[in-house]
């Protein structure tokens, strides 16, 4: 949870109260949330959707970022043997 974050959120729509507005709350609420960075999780959806701030970054316990990449090779179903990711492999001869 994140006071840069919620700074950034007021700062792309041009302050607490249009904030408030878009969420639907009080500016009290929003004041609330800048100050302790602390966001509901019924807000953060809508605050990513309105100021393209990452909903990682609002809520990082609800929203945990996920790597960009999967691993090269996984473990399909549990045998310890894995099959790789990539679709040129199942051409190669083995």
């Known amino acids: 949870m994140s006071i840069q974050a919620m700074k950034s959120a007021v700062e792309v729509l041009g302050s607490q109260t249009n ?3 878009k969420l ?3 500016p009290q609420n929003v004041q609330r949330m800048c100050s302790t ?3 509901p ?3 953060v959806l809508r605050i990513e959707a ?3 701030i990452s909903r990682s970054l609002l809520r990082p316990d609800l929203y945990p970022e996920v790597p960009l ?3 090269a090779t996984i473990d ?3 045998s310890g043997q894995k099959a790789s990711n990539c679709a040129g492999d199942a051409y190669s001869a083995h």
């Open 41 to 43: 999780g019924k807000h």
């Open 50 to 52: 309105e100021t393209g």
């Open 24 to 26: 639907g709350c009080t």
């Open 37 to 39: 960075g602390r966001v």
């Open 19 to 21: 904030l408030a507005k």
């Open 69 to 71: 990449t999967m691993p």
């Open 76 to 78: 399909l179903d549990g």
